[in-house]
C-alpha cells in the first residue's frame, strides 16, 4: 500500500492588491473615464458605477437636462447620483467614474476626501483632446470659442478642485485605455502594499534604521 502523502492543494492565488482598493476616477470632458473605468473594472474584477451613465438610465441625455432644465437642474442630479454611489464604495471595493464637473460640488468633495477611497485623476494634453470632443454632446463645451478653447478654460478653472480630492494623477495623453490602465493598476498596488506594511511597521522606527 502506497504510504505516499498526498500532495497538499495549491492555495488560490489573492487577488491584486489594487483589487481591494475603493477607485474614484476624476478628469476633464473627453478624458476617457468611462472607457478606462470599463477596462479597470475587468481588470481587476471589481464593479463599476459610472454616474453619467446612471443620470442617462434614470433621467434621460444629459445635453437634453441642460437645454430644457439648465445646469443648476442637472447639478442637482448629478449630485444625489454620486452622493449615493460615492457612499455605496465604503461598503465594499469598487470604482465609481465621475463626470467632470461633480467635483464642483462641496459635498462631493467632501466624500472624496475618506480615507478609505483613492481617486485617480486622469490627465489629458489638449492635443488628444482635440481629437475627442464632440460638441454638441457636451453643452458646456458650447459658446463663442472653438470646443478646445472652451475646454481649456473649463479645465482650467476646475484644476485647484481637481488638484483638491487626487490621491494621484495617472498621464492619459498619447496612451492607449489599456495602458492607463495598466499604470492605475501598478500605482494603486503600491499604495496597497505600503498600507500594509505601516500596518506592521515598528512605530519607534523612524525609517533611518535608528531607534526612536
Known amino acids: 500500500m502506497n504510504h505516499t502523502p498526498l500532495p497538499k492543494p495549491v492555495p488560490p492565488l489573492e487577488p491584486v492588491p489594487a483589487a481591494l482598493s ?3 476616477l476624476s478628469g476633464p470632458p473627453a478624458a476617457g473615464k468611462s472607457t478606462i473605468g470599463r477596462l479597470l473594472a475587468d481588470r481587476l474584477g471589481l464593479p463599476l458605477t459610472d454616474t453619467d451613465a446612471n443620470i442617462v438610465d434614470k433621467y434621460g441625455v ?19 447620483v454620486v452622493r449615493r454611489a460615492l457612499r455605496r464604495l465604503l461598503d465594499r471595493p469598487g470604482i465609481v467614474s465621475l463626470g467632470g464637473g461633480a467635483i464642483l460640488n462641496p459635498g462631493t468633495r467632501a466624500q472624496l476626501r475618506h480615507p478609505a477611497i483613492k ?24 459658446g463663442a470659442g472653438s470646443p478646445v478653447e472652451n475646454w481649456l ?5 476646475r484644476e485647484p478642485l481637481y488638484e483638491q480630492v487626487a490621491t494621484f494623477r495617472v498621464q492619459a495623453s ?19 502594499r505600503a498600507e500594509e ?16
Not at 486622469?122 to 453643452?139: E, M, N
Open 22 to 24: 475603493r477607485i474614484v
Open 62 to 80: 444629459i445635453s437634453e437636462i441642460f437645454v430644457e432644465r439648465g445646469e443648476d437642474h442637472f447639478r442637482r442630479i448629478e449630485r444625489e
Open 119 to 142: 481617486v485617480v485623476h486622469i490627465d489629458i494634453d489638449v492635443d488628444t483632446v482635440a481629437q475627442r470632443l464632440t460638441a454638441p454632446h457636451r453643452p458646456l463645451l458650447r
Open 153 to 157: 478654460a473649463l479645465v482650467n478653472e
Open 174 to 192: 498619447n496612451s492607449p485605455p489599456s495602458t492607463v490602465v495598466n499604470r492605475v493598476v501598478d500605482v494603486l498596488t503600491g499604495l496597497q
Open 197 to 212: 506594511y505601516a500596518k506592521y511597521a515598528d512605530p519607534d522606527d523612524d525609517g533611518s534604521g535608528q531607534q526612536r
